[in-house]
């Protein structure tokens, strides 16, 4: 029986690689539908290849233009606005919901695809940062499981698999360290944003590459497994790891380790994702070879000039609407240091500074506080910023 998928961020980095994996294994999967923001040059070529029954463009001006573009093309049905991709998540025809968009629009339709009892395939960490406590919750209620795309939650998950709770000591995760691990904080002042774009080891969407130059990925990723595993912030630990291949660990409480090693390649947790609870041979990828890797190497995360690691652990450690209040700050200084407004360092000055300025009195958030907050701090983050301009 093939499973059918509806992927949400197809045109992103996530999103094509997952095309990749679905078009090689054709007998398995199928789309049902897919969804982008304005991208809709790459999404035309997409609907004529995968000719899923729906697809949704988020932006109305955008989705009028493709459907003119497509007019004579039957297959499938163009649809917009707000409710949309909620309502594809939740078709009776879909049994994965492939989460791929970036950043909070990917909340809404996690939780329309947990109440329609769908698998959710999660690349999306920013639903978890900024409501992981609802979502867990739900995903509780209607007996649906998470199945991380995240290369590490992919990897903790993998090795949590078989073990007892109570055996475990700790979670580590392993960073990268991001371009510019072994800089000063004078060469720190001066990185452009072309210089964060040019990431070692992945390639991802933009506002993700700047965050693993910032380390601030691993710190909403430290949130995002404080939530997926249901494991407080003193059992986890990050670790940088430059070479990226142990993908993240799990320490017991007899200190034997288990790790998930493979090359940096995200189709790898993908496929797994949309494979799971099974698993099958996967194309396009390389094995690792081992005479070729001559070294791994640990190091510990530097502090005091990548703040935003920390940043994200204090948010998490605070809780309420602390995450909400880093992600919506920290996604406001990344596109402002895309658009060359501000300076690298600039974006973990904004983040503190919004934090700081916060008054976190709601331990429990509600869905409508958390959206409310979400567009609040996006406001006030610019205002902050404008001094810096
Ligand atoms: P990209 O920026 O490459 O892609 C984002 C996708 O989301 C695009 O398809 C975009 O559409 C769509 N999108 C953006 N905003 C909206 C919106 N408001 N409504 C509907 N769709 C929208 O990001 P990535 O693929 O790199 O990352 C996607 C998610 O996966 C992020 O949350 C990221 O943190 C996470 N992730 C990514 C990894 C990676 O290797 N890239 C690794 C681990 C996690 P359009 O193209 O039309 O703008
Ligand atoms: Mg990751």
Redesign the pocket.
Known sequence: MKKTVAL????????RQTLEVIEANKNSFEVFAL??????K??KEQIIKFKPEVA????EK?AKKLSLDLHGFKHTKILSGENS?NEIVANPKVDIAFI????T??LLPTLAAIKTGKIIAL????TLVVAGHIVMEQAKKFKVPIIP???EHSAVFQCLQGKNKLHIKKIILTASGGPFRNYSIEELKRVTPEMALDHPN???????TV?SATLM?KG?ELIEARWLFDIPYNQLEVVIHPQSIIHSMVELIDNSVFSLMSIPD?KIPIQYALTWPERMPISNSEEIDFTKLKTLTFESPNHKLFPCLKLARRAGEEGGLMPVVLNAANEVAVALFLEEKIGFLDIPYLVEKVLDSFDNNSPNPELEEILETDRLIRKKTLQIAEKLF
């Open positions: 949400l961020g197809s045109t992103g980095s996530i999103g969804a982008a923001h304005n991208e809709i790459i999404l949704v463009v988020s932006d955008a991709l791929a968009v970036s950043g629009a990917g690349a999306n960490k920013e795309v995240d290369s992945w390639s991802m969407g933009k506002k993700i965050d990925n909403l995200m």
